[in-house]
């Protein structure tokens, strides 16, 4: 919402400076995004919330400062000349929709001359950001902004028939705006029709059929409530948005309507000539009941911690339009029609605090204050979202909805059968997750859509796992998704498990029908299944139209916080110094190196320390069928140096032990 100091200042005295008057309303509540000086005046940019929708015009922030500053309002003449003929003479008019059509107000001014608008107008609206079309227009325009509500001009000899119908558009019905689009209507829309078709869309653009040109001489001035909740679906689903759908989606002041009217058509007969019909045309089908809400004194006392007179209570509500009549112990205000957002009482102690002033309410309480300490899980989660970024991945969120047959496919802590909503927010889309895989992998898509050649994305979130009841198991899981081959995730996945004190752990072979049946493992420690890891299948990549595989891993978070520590852990460094061995080992290819891994640590005895991944080779010095593996063993003592015949009897029995269990020879030290 745009204003500026000069504007305010015709409703309103105002008698401090435009950086004053910033700081007063910013402290009650009415935003200013931005103030700056324009052509000797201070243009305001406000931030109206959805809803404050009588803040949406000069007049309504003019109440608010007159509020601030105690000093009256001023509203502009709406006292009308009008002529013998009634507006009943020149058009008919008729809401077959009041359900989205409740109040519609026309009139008719004849023997206007269309031509420039006087420069104080055009000022007005340039300082708005919208540009002078011609003065029939400009005031409709000049009205939207000075009073919120929203006008429109037809050019009276363009309607056929000389009517007017609201009405629901006709299936297969087009209309073309003045903004020379072509848009498809159906019932769902509401439009502003003659005896032939569509003129306008309601509350949204007018028709080009019947703009107003430099040969219009009788206009009809429409001024209209239309229901919110329809304008805000024709307006999206169309996509137009304007001025008018602006105000019209947040509900325009029903009483303001005809005064809107009398304001445009007394500008038009002033700067325009031509000559006011007798009356308007006024079909009505609001019953308006003043909403009265009681403020209770003790009520008021207790929320703001400050006694107040009851005379300045019912001061600082009239300030702003507000009328209270006086009780015994309460003021019941009657809510005027242009404030929507009053409904309880908690809301009449607001504006009390708001125009008392947030800065003269005290901040000394008796209430004791505690911050609040991380738990575990919260602690775990921040900490994997560090180390995460610090690997380079992106975090991303996704929707927890899926299509039916997408989130069946996808299901690694529970059966394939999801929980389905009965009102999705997209039709297709009523499946509640899974797995976070399928989310990634639609991300992943929109990259490659976009010409991203790689990503390394990552999600920790909630899956909904079915449990026979009516609410789901809300398991939380990290997943993760890169370009990168097997190894280069697996090394990401076992970061994580090392960072998070998780030692020994196992990365197994486990067939999963989502994953490539040769790359596909299962992540285990201390008997909890921790997640999975592998190459997207062939039937997945082709069901989300991927270009190329990528590694996905989803590992479950609640069992990795469980098993896990989170904690940092100082470890002092041993005083004596290692002993490395290179062991190479040639085995049977069907020989998994967990398994070899193991056996060297089963025997190793209890100076062993760490076992390394050297070398895996295959070629001329190995028979076919085999593989070499090479392993650094290191051994190391926390209280003494290991002699040579230590170290020997440990290698003796590593390497006894493997070649026993797998059929292994020892290809020569390294």
Not at 220 to 247: D, M
Request: negative net charge; contains cysteine.
């Amino acid at each position: 919402m745009i204003a500026t100091y000069q504007w305010l200042k015709e409703y309103c005295d105002i008698t401090v400076p435009p950086a004053r008057l910033v700081e007063l309303m910013t402290m009650a509540g009415v935003k200013v995004e931005d103030a700056r000086e324009v052509e000797g005046d201070t243009r305001f940019e406000l931030e109206v919330t959805a809803n404050r929708p009588d803040q949406l015009s000069v007049i309504g922030v003019a109440r608010e400062v007159a509020g601030l500053l105690r000093t009256g309002l001023r509203l502009p003449c709406l006292d009308l000349v009008e002529g013998e003929e009634k507006v009943g003479d020149f058009v008919q008019i008729a809401v077959a929709a009041p359900d989205l059509c409740p109040r519609y107000v026309g009139r008719v001014i004849s023997g206007v001359k269309v031509g420039d608008s006087p420069a104080w107008l055009k000022q007005k609206l340039a300082a708005a950001g919208i540009g002078s079309i011609n003065n029939v227009v400009d005031i409709t325009n000049f009205v939207l902004l000075e009073f919120g509500q929203p006008l429109h001009a037809f050019d009276l000899d363009k309607l056929a028939g000389a009517q007017i119908i609201v009405r629901r558009a006709q299936p297969g019905e087009e209309i073309v705006l003045i903004d020379n689009t072509t848009k498809k209507l159906t019932p769902d829309h509401l439009v502003i029709a003659d005896a032939r078709h569509p003129v306008a869309l309601a509350g949204v653009m007018g028709g080009i059929d019947t703009e107003i040109g430099p040969f219009t001489k009788r206009v009809l001035l429409e001024s209209a409530y239309f229901k919110p909740t329809n304008l805000r679906r024709t307006s999206k689903s169309l996509g137009v948005r304007t001025e008018s759908s602006y105000r019209f989606e947040r509900g325009v002041d029903p009483v303001g309507v005809e005064l809107a009217s009398r304001r445009a058509a007394g500008l038009i007969c002033e700067l325009c000539g031509g000559t006011l019909a007798k009356g308007a045309i006024d079909v009505n089908h609001i019953v308006l009941e003043p909403k009265k809400i009681t403020l209770r004194h003790e009520r008021l006392r207790r929320v703001l911690g400050v006694p107040l007179e009851k005379a300045a209570v019912a001061d600082a509500l009239s300030r702003i339009g507000i009328p209270v009549e006086d009780q015994e112990d309460s003021l019941v205000a009657t809510v005027p029609s242009f404030r929507v957002d009053l409904q309880e009482e908690i809301d009449l102690v607001e504006e009390v605090a708001r125009i008392h002033g947030y800065d003269n309410i005290p901040v000394e309480t008796g209430m004791t204050v505690m911050a609040g300490v991380p738990s575990t899980f919260e602690r775990a989660e921040e900490k994997a979202r560090d180390l995460m970024a610090a690997l380079s991945y992106t975090e991303v969120v996704t929707t927890s909805f899926l299509r039916p047959e997408l989130a069946r496919r996808v299901h690694p802590f529970s059966e394939p059968n999801p929980l389905t909503i009965r009102n999705p927010l997209r039709q297709e889309e009523g499946a509640m997750r899974l797995s976070l895989i399928p989310g990634l992998l639609m991300v992943r898509k929109t990259n490659q859509d976009y010409g991203v050649e790689a990503v390394r994305i990552f999600e920790l979130a909630r899956v909904y796992l079915p449990t026979g009841a009516e609410q789901p198991d809300e398991k939380h899981c990290l997943a993760i998704l890169s370009d990168e081959d097997f190894l280069q995730v697996k090394g990401t996945v076992e970061t994580i498990l090392t960072q998070f004190g998780i030692t020994p752990y196992r990365v197994e072979f486990y067939e999963l029908p989502w994953l490539s049946r040769s790359c596909s493992a299962r992540i285990t420690a201390a008997g909890n299944i921790l997640g999975f890891i592998g190459q997207v299948s062939a039937e997945l990549q082709e069901l989300i139209d991927l270009r190329r595989p990528v590694t996905l891993a989803e590992m479950d978070f609640d069992a990795l916080v469980e098993v896990g520590h989170i904690e940092r852990q100082i470890v002092l460094p041993l005083r004596f110094p290692p002993v490395e061995r290179d062991l190479a080992f040639v085995l049977d290819e069907r020989v998994l190196y967990e398994s070899l891994e193991a056996a060297v640590r089963r025997s190793g005895g209890g100076s062993l320390r760490e076992v390394r991944f050297v070398d895996l080779y295959r070629g001329k010095q190995v028979p076919p069928g085999k593989k070499s593996i090479t392993l650094r063993i290191v051994f190391q003592l926390p209280d003494r140096t290991l002699t040579s015949d230590e170290v020997d009897q440990a290698v003796a029995r590593i390497v006894g032990a493997v070649g026993a269990e797998f059929g292994a020879a020892l290809r020569g030290p390294r």
